[in-house]
């Protein structure tokens, strides 16, 4: 499968701390994305990340890629209760840009 | 306001009844796909579509349908609902294939 697989399957953190979130794939790839999706509501796209790229910053989010290990993270700063979501990390894989490959997600829960 | 809108949102219904599921987009977007999310799989694309009458399988598309006859719009069709296909659906568009904006979902229910 190329599905990326991301880790900890949950997290739990307390307002204002940061979480990281890992994401690990196994094929060669374009770009790597992160997504967010409230519970049971659509995907919001977060982040792009090119494979020619190592980090990547926007507002509270700084997302990084190693293509060596086949990994990413994303790191949410000084979370907030409105955080709370499930983070999927998506791939393109090398054979085209259309079809993502979602891995099956972070639940992460802030707690005010 | 750019979106994707995806109707109904929710469904119930019976084995063997063929149903549509509609997907249209406001933005001009040359892509567009279909996922499914289930528990525990994540998300997995059924159908994408490139442009206007050019679509193509995905990882998951036994037993759906698509046609893409306009640019905005990209129909999923169940034409012998079984109860595997009970999921949340998704319907997805982007430019060039890049970010994508996802539509509300449905939530599909067969019996």
């Known amino acids: 499968s190329q599905q990326g697989e991301e880790d900890p399957q949950a997290l739990s953190i307390q307002e204002g701390e940061n979480a990281t979130m890992n994401c690990s794939y196994k094929?060669?790839?374009?770009?790597l994305q992160w997504y967010r999706q409230n519970s049971g509501r659509g995907l919001v796209h977060l982040i792009l990340i090119r494979s020619n790229e190592r980090e990547k910053h926007s507002g509270r989010l700084r997302v990084t890629l190693d293509t060596s290990k086949k990994s990413s993270s994303l790191l949410i700063t000084a979370s907030r209760a409105a955080d709370t979501a499930s983070y999927f990390c998506?791939?393109?894989?090398?054979?085209?840009?259309?079809?993502?490959?979602f891995g099956t997600g972070t639940r992460l829960t802030v707690i005010p | 306001e750019a979106q994707v809108t995806q109707n109904p949102r929710y469904l119930i219904t019976v084995t063997g009844k063929k149903l549509t599921v509609t997907c249209s987009q406001n933005m001009n977007h040359e892509y567009m796909s279909w996922y499914r999310q289930d528990p525990g799989l994540g998300l997995r694309q059924i159908y994408y579509s490139m442009n206007v009458e050019v679509t193509d399988k995905g990882d998951v598309p036994e037993g759906y349908k698509v046609s893409r006859k306009e640019k905005r719009n990209f129909p999923l069709i169940l034409e012998s609902p079984s109860p595997n296909q009970t999921s949340l659906y998704f319907c997805?568009?982007?430019?060039?294939?890049?970010?994508?904006?996802f539509g509300p979902g449905t939530r599909l229910t067969v019996l």
């Open positions: 998506a791939t393109d894989g090398s054979t085209g840009a259309n079809n993502l490959f």
């Open positions: 094929t060669s790839i374009n770009n």
């Open positions: 997805a568009s982007s430019f060039r294939g890049d970010e994508k904006y």
